[in-house]
């Protein structure tokens, strides 16, 4: 009879195997990876690694002089998780897994559930304990329980740590990286000036090319060395909460890069990818797509999103490039893909992942939000499991993207004849629940900064993108815009130097910035623009169909109709004096923004701040004010 051999806390037991092998070990991350324990009375590290088709496998590192015979490992079955203790391991120990594949060559890896990483170019893992890590952002984490977005404002800033600001560049420093906690620092007395709610930050995760972005990862539980410890990590976050603003973290669960010492091939054999290289590789991109039909890889996932928003109090994720996993035709040619087994092009293991991916983590975390950049016509992307949709808590609007710069790029006289395309967006603006994003794949690979997407010179280009933006935030969804757009960055976007934050120091720069943050600021603080964002008694035409003149009017409702706002924008050059707009009630209408003030870089005409309704049809309405309307100009009321 087999003696049961008692098991250590630590330690990787029946119940794990059992439980990561059925996709349901959500905090698997606990177990597998490097520990430091306490094991009688030695301390040490406990390692514990999946590679169920390797011959062999042993720790190496700078401790045992990389000496694949110095530290094995015990198989544990039925899964092949290798595991071993070793004792009196120093904090930051670099360190591999040596596999010995099935065919007899040695490799080495890093640790997938590595919490911590060799600064680039170095590859190896690192030993860190996180148990070190305190928090003092309990107000903010109890009070996004009962946190619910689609009642709040959400205004993102989308910010690249490595490139938004840089100290100087010097023989000692030839990155010139913010470290997180002055990046945390100043990030927080920008976001709290201009009026943003939250910030969303790209490629965090451990990656060794920063071309990628962030988007090639190689440690999926390790926030990048680049700028500092995981303690300073969560010292950012920390800090920000304290602050009152939300962290939202790019997220990639679609592919990741063929790095030698990466996920690829981990232990000889395709193991966290599909082994059809028609269902297991990206063409385009040059990277390998996790097998979603594999419980344990599904797990290693699902654990990760759970670990960045319980771990680290992250408040939400952006999840990359979601289509690339739904279609399995995505990116591909005939004979590139495989199809399903109704014959059809989606990936029902991918369906069924996102389905238990949302349904775990929002169900574990109140108040916490998963979002989808999703670019094709998916149906339910934020609609609820049960009722067949993907169960996200809102989705990138990359119609309204398109859509918005395709008419913003156009010469004013043009605009008339692509008038739709400004509408067309609230035609579905409710089938989803919405962000509407002017990101970073906007304004690199040569698609011009926002700035120079305008047409014109000089003047014209200011002020059609003053009135782009004013669009943008009285339309119906919440905002996300790209660092450097929000004071009209002229450079497209590099991650090899800052943002162009001289350009302040001119005025049409600083015009830009001023409405902005004003526009930030009236949306947070008026429940108009955000608390009925999810129904169409939020959002009223007055006049959707001024395409001669190229002018938009609508209105935003509060609940209770109270401080409801108008907006009126004019999107060609031509001055309207004579122009009237019709209103739904007889009472008077305050002019809170108008885009002609000279802080926002306009003629600076004196005007009256109330405006009286009359009797007077107009706009298919009893009631109408006049109100001279400049070229380009934009003006909000509020009744």
Known sequence: MAVK?????????????????????????????????????????????????????????????????????????????????????????????????????????ADPFANYAEKRPGTASRVVDLSRISWSDGDWMENRRSWDYTKEPMSIYE??????????????????????????????????????????????????????????????????????????????????????????????????????????????TPTFEYADPRKGEHPDWGTKIFDYGKNEVQNFLISNALFW????????????????????DYGKQDGQWVANKYG????????????????????????????AEESTAWPKVTGDVEDDGLGFSLKWNMGWMHDFTEYMKLDPYFRKGAHNLMTFAMSYAYSEKYILVLSHDEVVHLKCSMLNKMPGLGFDKYANLKAGYAFMMGHAGKKLLFMG????????????????????????????????????????????????????????????????????????????????????????????????????RRKQYKLVMNSDDLQYGGKGEVRPKIYKAVKSECDGRPYSFAYKLPPYGVAIFEF
Request: proline content about 4%.
């Open 309 to 328: 928003i319980e771990n680290y109090h992250v408040d939400g994720l952006r999840v990359d490039a979601v289509a690339s996993m739904l279609y399995l």
């Open 485 to 584: 757009q929000e004071f009209a960055q002229l450079r497209e976007w590099s991650e090899k130097r800052e943002i162009d934050w001289f350009l302040l120091a001119e005025p049409e720069h600083q015009a830009v910035q001023n409405w902005m943050r004003d526009l930030l600021h009236l949306y947070k603080k008026n429940r108009a623009l955000y608390d009925q964002d999810d129904t169409w008694e939020g959002f009223e035409w007055i006049n959707a169909d001024d395409r001669d003149r190229s002018i938009y009017s609508f209105m935003r409702h509060a609940k209770g109709g109270k401080k409801n706002l108008l907006f009126v924008i004019n999107f060609t050059p031509m001055a309207r004096d004579d122009y009237r707009v019709g209103v739904p």
């Open 344 to 371: 059809g092009n989606k990936n029902l293991e991918a369906i069924g992942f996102f389905k238990h991916l949302n349904s775990v983590v929002l169900g574990r975390n109140p108040g916490a939000v998963m979002i």
């Open 159 to 268: 910010v690249h740590i490595g490139s938004w600001k840089k100290h100087p560049l010097t023989e000692d420093d030839e990155d010139g990286f913010y470290n997180y906690r002055e990046f945390a620092r100043e990030i927080v007395k920008y976001i709290k000036y201009m009026g943003y709610t939250h910030i969303e930050i790209m490629g965090i995760a451990e990656h060794p090319f920063d071309g990628s972005w962030g988007y090639q990862v190689t440690g999926y539980f390790a926030p990048t060395s680049r700028y500092g410890t995981p303690e300073d990590f969560a010292w950012m976050i920390n800090y920000l909460h304290r602050n009152k603003i939300g962290v939202i973290l790019d997220w990639v669960p679609a592919h990741f890069p063929r790095d030698a010492h990466g996920l690829a091939d981990f232990d000889g």
């Open 5 to 109: 051999k008692n098991i250590k806390p630590y330690e990787i037991g029946e119940l794990d195997h059992y439980l990561f092998g059925q996709g349901n070990h959500y905090e698997i991350y606990r177990k597998l990876g490097a520990h430091r324990v306490k094991d009688k009375d030695q301390e040490g590290v406990y390692f514990a690694v999946w590679a169920p088709h390797a011959e062999s496998v042993s720790v190496v590192g700078d401790f045992n002089n990389w000496d694949r015979e110095a530290n094995p490992m015990d198989r544990g079955e039925p899964l092949g998780i290798y595991t071993c203790f070793v004792p009196d391991l120093p904090e930051m120990s670099l360190y591999k897994y040596c596999i010995k594949t099935y065919k007899g060559e040695y490799i080495l890896k």
